[in-house]
């Protein structure tokens, strides 16, 4: 099924369930992805995390039954998944700027409408995509919890502080690479942001030197994978390359992320110059 269908489908199924229970087995059923990785992908192709989005239509919901129905507002905050009154007029009024008793006596609201995913490409740029497949390879580094919002030069930092670049280079080829891995979000804890271990690392092949150094080893297996070739400076052309991924290659070709680490792969060069040039690397499978 298309990427773009099956989304849609299990946005559908989130709609018609906004005051029930989320069964993560049913939105793996549909979308084809766990849940950690279909919230991951949804916020690629959106823009914003999928909390976000059930967050402002519960919110968008309630308004309307505040004042179309005659129900009580603490009714209504139980009703859309808040555990007290307090905690739902908070939320409320932050996203429409009134609270809900003075939405039910009139004051404007917010709609936030669901959302349709569509096969949308601007500006009728064209990305190099291969599909290749890779020998299994291991990476000695340095792991950190994260989200879509860490900044990730803090981590290469951390790397840098703690091993000499020159000793990391001779530890195998010198390639470096950033591993995103371990996608942890739960349904029953719907996270601000996406939640996945980001590694800062490079090619072993020297694994004693490395354990010497106290670094992790991530082993990653052979794999087929989106080879995307991007230029521009960083994080700017990681962000490209993913949006047309997920909103562009995939629907298009019938490939999903197959849920193994994906790798962004530096090269020399200044990465903040425009004219810097490196791969992301995405796991696929056939859908």
């Given at each position: 099924m298309n990427i773009i269908k099956a989304f849609n489908q299990t946005i559908g199924y989130i709609e018609e369930n906004l005051t029930e229970k989320l069964d993560e087995k049913i939105i793996q059923q549909l979308s084809g992805y766990s849940f950690p990785l279909f919230s991951r992908i949804f916020s690629i192709m959106v823009g914003y995390p999928l909390s976000e989005y059930i967050r402002f239509r519960k919110l968008s919901c309630a308004a309307v039954d505040l004042r179309?129905?005659?129900?009580?507002?603490?009714?209504?905050?139980?009703?859309?998944?808040?555990?007290?009154?307090?905690?739902?007029?908070?939320?409320?009024?932050k996203f429409h700027g009134y609270t809900p008793n003075e939405v039910?006596?009139?004051?404007?609201?917010?709609?936030?409408?669901?959302?349709?995913?569509?096969?949308?490409?601007?500006?009728?740029?064209?990305?190099?995509?291969?599909?290749?497949?890779?020998?299994?390879?291991?990476?000695?580094?340095i792991r950190k919890e994260v989200n879509e919002n860490t900044n990730f030069p803090e981590v290469w930092n951390k790397l840098f502080s703690k091993v000499d670049s020159r000793i990391l280079e001779n530890l195998g080829n010198g390639q470096s690479y950033g591993a995103c891995?371990?996608?942890?979000?739960?349904?029953?804890?719907?996270?601000?942001?996406?939640?996945?271990?980001?590694?800062?690392?490079?090619?072993?092949?020297?694994?004693?030197?490395?354990?010497?150094?106290?670094?992790?080893?991530?082993?990653?297996?052979?794999?087929?994978?989106?080879?995307?070739?991007?230029?521009?400076?960083?994080?700017?052309?990681?962000?490209?390359?993913?949006?047309?991924?997920?909103?562009?290659?995939?629907?298009?070709?019938?490939?999903?992320?197959?849920?193994?680490?994906?790798?962004?792969v530096y090269s020399e060069g200044n990465p903040e110059s425009i004219d810097y040039e490196m791969e992301l690397w995405v796991p696929v499978e056939k859908l």
């Open positions: 179309e129905k005659d129900e009580r507002v603490i009714d209504i905050a139980f009703k859309y998944g808040y555990e007290s009154p307090d905690s739902f007029t908070a939320a409320f009024k039910k006596k009139g004051k404007t609201f917010k709609i936030f409408s669901p959302i349709l995913l569509s096969l949308n490409v601007s500006g009728g740029k064209n990305m190099d995509i291969k599909i290749e497949k890779k020998k299994g390879f291991k990476i000695a580094g891995c371990n996608f942890k979000n739960k349904i029953e804890v719907l996270c601000e942001k996406n939640i996945f271990d980001y590694m800062a690392g490079y090619d072993v092949k020297d694994m004693n030197k490395a354990k010497e150094a106290g670094l992790e080893i991530l082993e990653v297996p052979e794999a087929e994978y989106a080879v995307i070739k991007l230029k521009g400076a960083i994080p700017e052309c990681i962000h490209e390359g993913w949006k047309y991924v997920t909103n562009v290659f995939f629907p298009e070709q019938g490939y999903k992320h197959a849920g193994t680490p994906d790798f962004e």
